[in-house]
């Protein structure tokens, strides 16, 4: 993950980048979402940004802030530009555990949708858009491309719960 700016007519936008190679394919995608002209944004609306996009939707708070903090130093900018994401990782940290978390069981309707959105999907998502969304995110969190063990973990269990579930319930592909 890096920031990346680009500059028209005077002005600077500032992006957050995730870059993934094509595995043995000579291509590499660039997945960006748009943080505006400023970095000064709020919790809400930190949290809304990398929400509404689904490359994004499953990055942790905290590693955005870490690399947005590496950034800041780097350029010489104000750590005070970064409030409102130290802010939105803190309210991600104390929020409320949802029903069910306590006791470590989940309702498995609701675990399917968590589930599914942890691969950037909509509830009613098909057996190949699951199949497409996790070939997807496998390039980009697989350890052997630099990903992060756990969190590749998560996805297979992810993926196996999900196509678990569609045979069950005779979904074809």
């Known amino acids: 993950m890096f920031v990346k700016t680009k500059e028209r007519a005077g002005r600077t936008t500032y992006y957050l980048s995730i870059a993934e190679s094509g595995g043995s394919?000579?291509?590499?995608?660039?997945?960006?979402?748009?943080?505006?002209e400023?970095?000064?944004?709020?919790?809400?609306?930190?949290?809304e940004i990398l929400r509404h996009s689904p490359e994004f939707r499953s990055v942790l708070l905290a590693d955005?802030?870490?690399v947005m903090e590496t950034y800041v130093r780097e350029r010489g900018l104000r750590l005070e530009m970064l409030a409102g994401l130290r802010e939105a990782v803190q309210a991600s940290k104390r929020r409320k555990p949802?029903?069910?978390?306590?006791?470590?069981?989940?309702?498995?309707?609701?675990?399917?949708?968590?589930t599914l959105r942890l691969l950037g999907l909509q509830p009613g998502s098909s057996h190949r858009e699951?199949?497409?969304?996790?070939?997807?995110?496998a390039r980009r969190l697989h350890p052997d491309v630099g990903g992060d063990p756990a969190k590749f973990r998560a996805l297979m269990d992810a993926r196996n719960f999900l196509l678990g579930r569609a045979e069950r319930s005779g979904e074809n592909r």
């Open 25 to 36: 394919s000579w291509k590499a995608v660039e997945y960006s979402v748009c943080l505006g």
């Open 130 to 137: 699951i199949e497409k969304a996790f070939r997807k995110a």
């Open 64 to 66: 955005v802030l870490e």
């Open 38 to 47: 400023t970095l000064d944004l709020g919790a809400a609306r930190w949290a």
């Open 98 to 114: 949802r029903r069910g978390e306590l006791s470590g069981r989940r309702e498995p309707e609701s675990q399917r949708v968590e």
